[in-house]
């Protein structure tokens, strides 16, 4: 079945770098596009980020523009969310999410992990 | 990349039926037929329950359902149960690979 797990959430003081990653299982990651959704208290979910299957291009919202960077390694069937400059704001459940084979759906998502960003 | 509009809450009794309004623009909800609608409980992962305006999933009730008219979409949940009590966001596709959420709608079965 499908499935993805995140990791590499925390706690982590403001300004600094975090790297999280979404590991797949149960479908064939190459031929996927995967999203970056945050929910945070406030504001209920927010999408983030895309990229393209094969890494070719990636998407971002305004919000995160110039400090998220999202990657992924197709051999290692894992997608990453780099987060540079980390803000109070940033705080949230981050998820990964498969983008569905037809496109525009986020078809299954990953149970989330948690960052805090707090000095 | 504004928030779609969506009621905070929307409450009824076990078997009634709840319709969840999910308000865009003309960039988004207006122009595309990409409108999905998540299910979110407490401390699991979002489920998505309608995407395409109008199409369900395999496995999802057919008490849900979906439908668009201009910049408004709607979810409706008909003979409500005790499980469909959660959190419900609805997305839209917004052009050039960006998405948007609303800002969610809280389902209370009475």
């Known amino acids: 079945q499908v499935q993805l797990v995140e990791s590499g959430g925390g706690v982590v003081q403001p300004g600094r770098s975090l790297k999280l990653s979404c590991t797949a299982s149960?479908?064939?990651?190459?031929?996927?596009?995967i999203h970056w959704v945050r929910r945070t208290p406030g504001k209920g979910l927010e999408w983030v980020a895309f990229?393209?299957?094969?890494?070719?291009?990636?998407y971002y919202a305004d919000s995160v523009k110039g400090r998220f960077t999202v990657s992924r390694d197709n051999s290692k069937n894992t997608a990453f969310l780099q987060v540079h400059s980390v803000r109070v704001e940033d705080t949230a459940t981050y998820y990964c999410?498969?983008?569905?084979?037809?496109?525009?759906?986020?078809?299954?998502w990953g149970q989330g992990t948690l960052v805090t960003v707090s000095s | 990349q504004s928030a779609l509009t969506q009621p905070r809450s929307v409450s009824a009794s076990p078997g009634q039926s709840v319709t969840i309004s999910c308000t865009g623009t003309?960039?988004?909800?207006?122009?595309?037929?990409?409108v999905s609608w998540y299910q979110q409980h407490p401390d699991k992962a979002p489920k998505l329950v309608i995407h395409?305006?109008?199409k369900r999933p395999s496995g999802v009730p057919d008490r849900f359902s979906g439908s668009k008219s201009g910049k408004t979409a709607s979810l409706t949940i008909s003979g409500l149960q005790a499980e469909d009590e959660a959190d419900y966001f609805c997305?839209?596709?917004?052009?050039?690979?960006?998405?948007?959420f609303g800002g969610g709608t809280k389902v209370t079965v009475l």
């Open positions: 999410a498969r983008d569905s084979p037809t496109g525009y759906t986020f078809d299954y």
């Open positions: 149960g479908f064939t990651f190459s031929s996927s596009g």
């Open positions: 990229i393209w299957y094969d890494g070719r291009d990636d």
């Open positions: 003309n960039s988004d909800v207006a122009v595309y037929n990409y």
């Open positions: 395409d305006v109008t």
């Open positions: 997305c839209s596709y917004a052009g050039t690979y960006t998405w948007v």
